[in-house]
């Protein structure tokens, strides 16, 4: 088979490295993708939000389906687009999408469909916003409605934090027109945990669950990020609450979208709170975490060719995907300064010797090459270091033996990812 992958940072590198092991590959092409994943696969300079550059892709090398990594394509409708051509596409419509793309959707959508979810006010002014800081004492989440690259949340303590944090989006556009609306949420307690499931529109079955360390320092201190680090299966679930979170959560949500009208195809990413009254919806996200891939793809036993092929063909019912006994972390290892402001094109250590052995795997988050070939910095997440194992300190000696050796100056990780 043909595959375009789109996308160019860590999830892409586990989703296209996952891709290449399968029998059914027989040409991978990735755009933008990296210089990690040039090694293995076809690269394309072709921007993830190039909708109109990445469908006359698809259709020059006749893909037989496209695998949209990142959420910006989705929300904007690649898949739409490319379904006009006649090409598959593994992810949602942009109006399934919708999931992510607005939060005030979800929480409406989760509302309407008795999905255990803290309780949300929407504001397009401040003083509705301040009505309800003051009745939550304060203690509240205040959200921007649109995409804002995982920094539009903001969880306060008292009424003066949340009310500067709803000014700051209503009247000083700080998040832009992502801001324009917001939510104060009702701030709920408990331990989180990512649940991924593949659904084809119909049915849903599990491909994983993973925690995610959110926050930029050791002990969840300093500000929120993308994620710097992982590990899988998610330790604050078992088999039980993995099935309550399978009944009360997914399976309701992809009964929802059908019965809207726009059935929900592709990776459901659950961001949930485990809290004492039970798991609650936190987010949710339309395609894969990162860099929750990174520990979710390597323990997969099922060929996720064939996964992306029955979600494809409407296929799932009765399909069962397995997982390898083991666990597994990845350590992200960060420009200096990353959430805020950061250098690029700061030259790596050279990573030849810590190539993919052992059960070790080194992801390009952000890299790309100087005009003289040589791999540099190129994001605020750089590289995730992954490693499988019998158990978490198995995993976490392997990999902080592969993140120490990168010995990489200009960078920073977290040194408990994975401490239980
Ligand atoms: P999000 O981008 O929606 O995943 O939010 C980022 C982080 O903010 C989450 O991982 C949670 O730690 C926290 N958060 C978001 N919403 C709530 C909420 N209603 N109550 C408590 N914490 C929340
Ligand atoms: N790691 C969080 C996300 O992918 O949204």
């Known amino acids: 088979m043909n595959i375009l992958v789109v996308g160019g940072g860590g999830r892409e590198h586990a989703i296209a490295t996952t891709l290449s092991k399968s029998p ?75 999931l992510e793309g607005s939060k005030i959707f979800s929480r409406n959508f989760c ?17 509705t916003a301040k009505k309800q800081i003051e009745l939550l004492d304060g203690y509240c989440v205040v959200k921007a409605d649109g995409l804002a690259a995982g920094k539009g949340v903001i969880v306060c303590n008292t009424i003066d934090q949340a009310i500067i944090a709803s000014r700051d989006m209503l009247e000083k556009n700080k998040f832009g027109d992502a801001g324009k609306s917001i939510l104060i949420e009702e701030r709920i307690n408990g331990i989180e945990a990512s649940v991924f499931a593949v659904s ?34 998610a330790p604050a679930l078992d088999q039980n609450l993995n099935k309550e979170i399978f009944n009360n959560i997914i399976k309701p949500t992809i009964n929802g979208m059908k019965l809207e009208g726009h059935p929900y195809e592709g990776i459901l990413y659950a961001g949930v709170m485990i809290t004492d009254k039970g798991p609650k919806v936190i987010e949710f996200n339309c395609r894969f975490g990162d860099p929750e891939t990174q520990v ?56 030849k010797n810590f190539k993919n052995k052992n059960k070790i795997s080194v992801f390009h ?4 090459k100087d005009k003289n070939g040589n791999i540099v910095s190129d994001g605020g997440r750089v590289l995730s270091i992954t490693s499988v194992g019998t158990n978490v300190h198995d995993c976490r000696q392997k990999a902080y033996g592969i993140v120490e ?15 239980l």
């Not at 469909?113 to 949300?120: A, K």
């Not at 201190?221 to 590990?231: F, L, Q, S, V, Y």
């Not at 399909?319 to 972390?329: E, L, S």
């Not at 050796?405 to 401490?419: P, V």
Request: aromatic share 8%; proline share 7%.
């Open 24 to 98: 059914l590959t027989t040409r991978l092409i990735v755009a933008p993708g990296n210089p990690g994943i040039e090694e293995f696969a076809e690269c394309y300079p072709i921007a993830t939000d190039d909708i109109p550059g990445q469908c006359k892709l698809a259709r020059d090398i006749k893909a037989d389906f496209v695998f949209i990594g990142p959420e910006i394509p989705l929300v904007r409708g690649l898949k739409d687009e490319l379904l006009k051509l006649g090409i598959s596409a593994f992810g949602p419509s942009k109006k399934a999408a919708q």
């Open 365 to 368: 988050s952000g890299t790309s």
């Open 200 to 233: 084809d529109g119909n049915d849903a079955v599990l491909i994983g669950t993973a925690q995610d360390h959110k926050r930029a320092y050791d002990n969840d201190e300093g500000p929120n990020t993308g994620g710097m680090g992982a590990i899988s299966p």
């Open 405 to 419: 050796a990168i010995n990489w100056k200009q960078g920073f990780y977290r040194k408990d990812i994975g401490k």
């Open 111 to 127: 509302k309407r469909h008795n999905i255990p979810q803290p309780v949300f006010k929407y504001c397009t002014d401040i003083e």
């Open 296 to 351: 979710v793809l390597p323990r997969l036993n099922t060929d996720l060719v064939s996964i992306v092929q029955k979600t494809i063909e409407k296929n799932l019912n009765g399909f069962t995907i397995d997982f390898i006994p083991q666990n597994a972390i990845t350590v992200v290892i960060a420009s200096k300064g990353y959430p805020g402001e950061f250098k690029r094109g700061v030259l790596l250590p050279s990573l």
